[in-house]
């Protein structure tokens, strides 16, 4: 199946307007390479000034050529770019790359000329990659169309690539590629974006999510321009269990700053990016090293693992400083069983740990091959999900045949951490066993591949829910502004529960709905325009006669006048006091400019802000995906009974924040903005409430 990116990433004819026969400029760079390592395709400079160059045929012109190359490289000034992509459009080429900076990173001038650029590829359909743009290489056909002196600065491949870096930054993709190959990682695309003006970060990525020889994706971003198309390709290497990992930058004042200055993008919500990687299961890249790693480490992704790990040492203390680093990544270091220890124990002597870490103990010289009981009991156990072996040089080399062997037979995730100079590293590997040689980076690797094999079915689960949940399905009409009555009554269709409460348009109605409802009620300011009702002195609690009740609505909507004169005020709201309530929430919905519809959770009130303890999620959001989200709370004690306090209706607010998101998708973008806050939790058993509840609309 042919692809619009296919001449771009896979070309079989290249053209280089702006030709040079110097292999250090930027022209002629490219050229050497794809002489130098063999590019099977047809290539052609294009410079008027030379008739030959690198061994190539020279043209004066795109119009000279033979025939349309599939793709044409630009290494001319901003301000021809658009030019001469007419004339190579006319030539019927359908790709080409942009070197030239001086584009939307330049000032208005610089965003013009990118403006018109959009424009050029919008009206003809061709594939522009850039501009200030490096260039690509897809290494396994030699095709090398960036000016980068990395690639012959590595060790050579000898094997096809499995590997693809995608960054917005040339720099990076140079760096992270030159640590994969030093790594021994085979590398198939190496990609820099540029400004994006015309093909987006994410469509690369859903190129290679279904490119064959991509295995994984190293990716460097510092804005996604096109969230929803991201969060598709994301999904579609869930789907190929192939990992995703990314680096985003921007996540202080500073880099937010630095990341405007380099490309002219702005730095997304640091907290959204995290909850929607962690959703999507995209592994947050946290230095070039790890990553490198972590393209490693995709080599062995087929293996079986998960967040709960055993730790073979001969030695107590490594042991000890492994179990640290593991669970201080993240990671489980489960207590085994006392079966599971007996059966260990047949094998090590009574000084040696077998609870976890397990201690093989110096024993390990005199009679290797007991370890292979060992590795046999872990690889079949399922109390735990992968295993660290730490073993220096030669204690490595006499247990690796029966850590090849066992690992041959399980498909359980064994890694091997080799600080000396074992001489089995390529037999493990070869069995399926990756090898570190040092116990920091390979705990910051495993740690975030062990939790993307966990969460494989979750993305799973969720991407079941978004197909099934679309947004904007309901044909809802809104009046212009709601208050919080009507706001209210709108959830509850959705099933946000809420109090049988009364809109009352002075005080006489205010009293007549009273005396239905039975003293002490609340009472509160109704109008759409007035969202933060206690700062107008819009809300009066525990009025207990008609007389207070008079009292307070005169004073409420005195207060809420002069708070906001020009405001249209419906009156007043009458509702029964919200009694034994354990915990008050926030849940609210925000269209994110990158990723959509996105629920928060967190602590009501004042905590919320002083704590900022807070969940996110892309939407949809199911009961169980709630319940997820309380349990990150550092709160979430006070829902459990913290110290004797009463154990809170969890499922009742599961279900109301799942009705929220309900809510939410089902009116769509419309509704720009919902929250309620607080929703009260009552006692487990008693449920859940909003007591309070807006909506903010969208022209």
Not at 180 to 206: K, P, Q
Not at 216 to 224: A, D, R, S
Not at 261 to 266: E, G, I, R, V, Y
Not at 605 to 619: C, I, M, N, P
Request: net charge negative.
């Amino acid at each position: 199946m042919t692809h619009r990116l296919d001449p771009l990433l896979a070309p079989r004819s290249i053209a280089m307007v702006g030709a040079s026969n110097n292999a250090g400029r930027i022209g002629g760079m490219p050229l050497d390479l794809l002489r130098h390592f063999g590019y099977q395709g047809t290539v052609y400079p294009i410079n008027p000034k030379y008739e030959e160059v690198f061994g190539y045929r020279c043209y004066p012109d795109i119009e000279s050529l033979p025939e349309a190359p599939d793709l044409v490289v630009l290494a001319i000034g901003a301000e021809d770019v658009t030019p001469m992509l007419e004339r190579c459009h006319a030539k019927g080429t359908p790709a080409a790359i942009v070197y030239a900076a001086g584009f939307a990173e330049a000032g208005e001038a610089g965003a013009q000329l990118q403006r018109t650029l959009e424009a050029f590829a919008e009206r003809t359909g061709m594939v522009v990659a850039g501009p200030n743009c490096m260039g690509f290489a897809n290494l396994n056909l030699h095709a090398y169309t960036a000016f980068a002196s990395v690639f012959r600065n590595v060790p050579p491949q000898t094997q096809p690539g499995r590997a693809s870096v995608i960054t917005q930054s040339g720099n990076v993709c140079s760096a992270v590629f030159a640590l994969m190959r030093r790594l021994g990682v085979t590398v198939s695309h190496f990609i820099n974006t540029g400004n994006e003006a015309c093909v987006e970060f994410s469509e690369y990525l859903e190129y290679m999510a279904q490119d064959g020889q991509t295995d994984c994706v190293i990716g460097y971003v510092e804005q996604l321009r096109d969230g929803p198309r991201f969060i598709d390709a994301a999904l579609a290497f869930a789907r190929a269990r192939k990992p995703l990992v990314v680096y985003k930058a921007g996540e202080t004042d500073k880099g937010s700053e630095a990341v405007r200055s380099h490309t002219s993008a702005l730095a997304g919500d640091l907290a959204l990016y995290t909850a929607a990687f962690e959703q999507l299961n995209v592994i947050r890249g946290t230095d070039f090293a790890q990553m490198a790693d972590l393209a490693y480490l995709s080599g062995f992704r087929q293996r079986s693992g998960g967040r709960r790990v055993a730790i073979v040492t001969m030695s107590g203390a490594l042991g000890a400083i492994l179990a640290d680093k593991v669970i201080g990544a993240g990671l489980d270091v489960p207590t085994l069983s006392e079966p599971l220890q007996q059966a260990l124990r047949a094998g090590i002597p009574d000084y040696g740990m077998v609870s976890n870490p397990v201690d093989v103990t110096g024993n390990v010289v005199n009679s290797p091959e007991f370890v292979r009981t060992i590795f046999e009991a872990l690889a079949k156990s399922d109390e735990i999900d992968a295993v660290i072996v730490y073993a220096p040089g030669y204690l490595l080399d006499r247990m690796a045949d029966a850590l090849a062997e066992v690992c041959a037979k399980s498909p359980r995730l064994f890694v091997a951490i080799d600080t000396g100079a074992a001489k089995c590293r390529e037999q493990l590997v070869q069995a399926g066993v990756p090898v570190f040689d040092d116990i920091g980076r390979a705990t910051q690797a495993l740690a975030p591949f062990c939790q993307w094999l966990a969460r494989q079915p979750a993305v799973e689960r969720w991407a079941a829910l978004r197909a099934q949940q679309q947004a904007g399905s309901a044909a809802s009409v809104f009046p212009p502004r709601l208050n919080e009555h009507q706001t209210k009554r709108l959830l509850a269709e959705y099933g946000v529960p809420a109090l049988q409460e009364v809109a009352a348009v002075d005080a006489d109605a205010a009293a007549a709905a009273a005396a239905r409802i039975g003293y002490p009620v609340a009472v509160k300011v109704l109008s759409a325009d007035i969202a933060h009702k206690t700062e107008a002195g819009g809300v009066r609690l525990g009025i207990a006669d008609e007389a207070s009740l008079r009292a307070a609505c005169a004073e409420i909507l005195a207060s809420a006048s002069r708070y906001a004169p020009d405001a249209r005020i419906d009156g007043v709201l009458v509702g029964p006091m919200a009694a034994g309530g354990v915990a008050e929430l926030i849940a609210g919905v925000t269209h994110d400019p990158v990723f959509g519809p996105a629920l928060t959770v967190g602590l009501g009130g004042v905590l919320t802000e002083l704590y900022r303890d807070a969940s996110h999620r892309l939407l949809p959001v199911d009961e169980a995906m709630a319940g997820e989200m309380l349990r990150a709370l550092k709160a979430w004690p006070l829902l459990d009974g913290f110290r004797c306090r009463p154990v809170a209706d969890v499922d009742a607010a599961c279900k109301a924040v799942a009705a929220l998101s309900s809510a939410a998708l089902a009116l769509g973008p419309r509704a720009g903005e919902i929250e309620i806050n607080p929703l009260q939790v009552r006692r487990q058993g008693e449920g859940a409430v909003a007591l309070d509840a807006l909506v903010l609309l969208q022209s």
